[in-house]
Structures are given as C-alpha cells and as structure tokens.
C-alpha cells in the first residue's frame, strides 16, 4: 500500500504549480513575445524624433557614468535595436551635431550599442556596432584634439593608441566579428568604447580648453 504523507503533498502542489506557471510563460511568448527592452528604454527609442535627445553633463551624468550591458540574443534581433540604430545614425549626422561617432549612453540608454564613421573606407561610411569591446589596443600612443557632443564647448589632448582590435557580434547571424582598425578611426572606436564603460574623453585628457 502507498502512504503519501502532507510532505508529499505540498511539494507535489507546489511542483504542479510551477508547472503552471512555466506553461503560462511560454504561451505569453507565443502569444505576445518579450520586449527586449524596458519601457522606459522603449520610450527613448520609439517616442522620439529621428533626432534623439543627447545627453550632456553633468545632468544626464547617472546614464553617462554607468557601465553598458550586453545585447541579448533577442534584442540583437528586434525592431527597437533597428530603430535605435538608424535614430543613432540619423542623431550624430545632424547638422545640429555633426559627430563622427555615439555611442548609446548619450542617447540615454545603457547597451553596448555605437556608430562610428569608418574614414578608413571608401566613402567613408557611418556604421553601427552591437556588444562591441576593445580586443587589443595596439602601437604607441599619440595625442589628439578630442572633443564630445556630451560636454559641449570643450576640447582636449588625448593620448590614444594607434590600433585597436575590437569584437561585435553581427546582429543577423548572432556570430563574432573581429576588426582591426588604425588611425583616426581607431581614435574614434576608442572615444565610443569609453563611453559604455562610463569614461569620458575628460578623464583622460593631458588638458582642456573652451571652443570660441
């Protein structure tokens, strides 16, 4: 004769109601999908214009400071980050900015999300990048004029080397992507790096000066 006990009943309830639950969570995917991004980060995305608002310091400095996730699988492949890229690239083309690079944090969302312009190519092309990171940094360093369209109306003297190998994943394919790039544009990949780790340019300047 077989004795369950109430021990065997609570963890038999308590299993059938994870069961439920699980069960429940795959038919909202099936049914609804996941965002994958949060509603706040869907506003900023998708509430506004193709120019998007850039952050500056220090009041937007809690964003600019932080240190930028990873993409998810899911998100590499969604229509917000599509948006969100094309919003990039239209918001550091701008005549009202006229970057050469941006990273996500100064469009107020923290993923690891640039767009740089590749000098280094014919055309010299603005690309986006997703779950970048810096491989290698590689040759002397040299000093340059830098300036950031989150600190407005300054310029400094940073030393940065002169080849980077950084790592992305293709969004379409979800595989790694190695790239090694030299000069001025390595320069830029290095500035946009910086800012999904929290650093900017000012932290690393020999010396700072107005723009007139």
């Known amino acids: 004769m077989y004795f369950c006990d109430m021990t065997d009943k609570k963890n038999l309830w308590i299993s059938m109601a994870a069961c439920s639950v699980a069960a429940l969570g795959i ?32 009041q937007d400095s809690a964003v600019l ?43 107020g969302i923290n993923k690891r999300v640039i767009c740089v312009q590749r000098f280094d190519k014919p055309g010299e092309p603005f690309e986006a990048y997703y779950n970048i990171h810096i491989d290698t940094l590689m040759g002397p360093l040299k000093s340059g004029r830098e300036g950031c369209l989150s600190i407005p109306g300054y310029y400094g003297s940073v030393q ?21 790039v030299q000069g001025f544009t390595a320069v830029i990949f290095q500035h946009e790096i910086d800012h999904l780790e929290g650093i900017l340019y000012t932290d690393r300047a020999d010396s700072l000066w107005q723009t007139n």
């Open 27 to 58: 038919l909202a995917v099936l049914l609804f999908g996941v965002k994958p991004f949060t509603a706040a980060e869907r506003r900023i995305i998708n509430q506004s214009g193709n120019v998007m608002y850039v952050t500056v310091m220090p």
């Open 160 to 180: 940065r080397n002169e080849t980077v190998v950084v790592r992305y994943v293709d969004p379409s394919t979800l595989t790694p992507v190695t790239d090694t």
């Open 65 to 107: 400071r932080a240190v930028s996730v990873d993409l998810s699988a899911r998100e590499l492949r969604s229509e917000e980050l599509k948006t969100l890229a094309d919003k990039m690239l239209t918001t550091v083309q701008d005549p009202s900015q006229d970057g050469v690079g941006i990273a996500a944090p100064q469009v």
